[in-house]
């Protein structure tokens, strides 16, 4: 992932000499503020409150849709290239440990969500036919082999 451009602010009034070179332009600090003005704005409950105006409130009824990133099918370890492995780090429990635990857990629900290994019309795993399971074992075993 790439760094974010850093953006330059101009203030209004300031000279555009310094605009494209690393250098930042001093600021004056403004002056603290006074009882009078503390005063002032604790009393305007306006001030104190959040700008609401601009924030679209949905009709009733209306249909939100929210942003998504949909489900991680982990496509490049399924399209891994033979030969290549990631070390999966394995503690006494036989538990896997590191940095390839989490990611390996993930891809095994990648394994579990495709429908010609576990298909979802069964009510619980011990009533699934056995050539599923089989199915999904091989797989692990196979893809675990080859890369893990």
Same mark, same amino acid.
């Given at each position: +992932? @790439?760094?974010? #451009? &850093?953006? /330059?602010?101009v203030e209004?009034?300031? *000279?555009?000499?310094? =605009?494209?070179?690393?250098? =930042? $332009? *001093? &600021?004056?600090? !403004?002056?603290?503020?006074?009882?009078?003005? &503390?005063?002032?704005? @604790?009393?305007?409950?306006?001030?104190? !409150?959040?700008?609401?105006?601009?924030?679209?409130?949905?009709? %009733?009824?209306?249909? %939100?849709?929210?942003?998504?990133? @949909? $489900?991680?099918?982990?496509?490049?370890?399924?399209? +891994?290239?033979?030969?290549?492995?990631?070390?999966?780090?394995?503690?006494?429990?036989?538990?896997?440990?590191?940095?390839? !635990?989490?990611?390996?857990?993930?891809?095994?629900?990648? %394994?579990? #969500?495709? $429908?010609? +290994?576990? $298909?979802?019309?069964? &009510? *619980?795993?011990?009533? +699934?036919?056995?050539?599923?399971k089989n199915?999904?074992?091989?797989?692990? /075993? %196979?893809? @675990?082999?080859? /890369?893990?």
């Amino acid at each position: +992932m @790439g760094r974010k #451009r &850093r953006l /330059q602010y101009v203030e209004p009034g300031e *000279s555009s000499s310094h =605009v494209g070179s690393n250098e =930042v $332009p *001093s &600021r004056q600090e !403004a002056p603290p503020a006074t009882d009078d003005r &503390r005063q002032s704005q @604790g009393s305007d409950d306006e001030t104190q !409150a959040p700008d609401t105006e601009d924030v679209p409130v949905p009709a %009733v009824g209306a249909v %939100v849709v929210r942003n998504t990133r @949909g $489900p991680n099918r982990f496509d490049d370890i399924w399209n +891994m290239p033979p030969g290549k492995k990631l070390l999966l780090e394995i503690n006494n429990a036989g538990q896997p440990v590191g940095e390839n !635990a989490g990611p390996w857990a993930k891809w095994l629900g990648t %394994v579990a #969500r495709k $429908p010609d +290994m576990c $298909p979802i019309n069964y &009510r *619980s795993w011990h009533s +699934m036919p056995r050539q599923y399971k089989n199915r999904c074992w091989e797989t692990v /075993q %196979v893809l @675990g082999k080859t /890369q893990w």
